[in-house]
């Protein structure tokens, strides 16, 4: 994050390198302009504002910028990447830097605690329900399910989770 502007022309004189952002904010966050991270020379424009349609979830903490879902160029250069704690994760391809923030098993106990046996929940509503990172929490109940103490699915295009009784 390079900082916080009202208006999109400022956020971009703000731009200098690959993944910086700024933060477009009247009153309330409005959208996220940053600089294409893969280097193409685009701004992309990322809409925090549910008002002016389909919108990301942002959060400033533990480091960082997390959005959430991953943003998904289908033009121009095509990227696919996830901005988590202040870093870049590219979804499909490998990068060498291309690694997860740190991991503190501690959440785990939370999510699972936030998991019911019978009505399954997604990511972003566990995450609500803990005041937790989407992402965070998105790794802990893979793991969870991974060790057999949950299990998931997909519904409509999203993966949700319940714990195992």
Not at 57 to 76: A, C, I, K
């Amino acid at each position: 994050m390079v900082g916080d502007v009202e208006y999109r022309d400022q956020a971009e004189a703000n731009l200098g390198q690959p993944g910086d952002a700024s933060l477009i904010l009247r009153g309330r966050p409005r959208a996220i302009v940053m600089a294409c991270p893969d280097g193409c020379g685009e701004t992309l424009v990322v809409n925090l504002d549910g008002r002016a349609g389909k919108a990301w979830r942002f959060d400033m903490r533990r480091g960082g910028l997390t959005l959430f879902p991953s943003v998904w160029r289908e033009g121009g250069c095509g990227s696919h990447f996830i901005v988590w704690r202040g870093h870049i994760l590219w979804c499909g391809r490998f990068e060498r830097d291309n690694l997860e923030p740190d991991y503190d098993e501690a959440i785990e106990q939370f999510v699972f605690g936030a998991m019911d046996v019978e009505k399954p929940r997604d990511a972003a509503q566990l995450a609500d329900a803990i005041d937790e990172l989407i992402w965070d929490v998105n790794r802990a109940a893979n793991r969870l399910v991974r060790r057999g103490a949950a299990k998931s699915w997909k519904v409509e295009g999203r993966w949700v989770f319940t714990r195992l009784a």
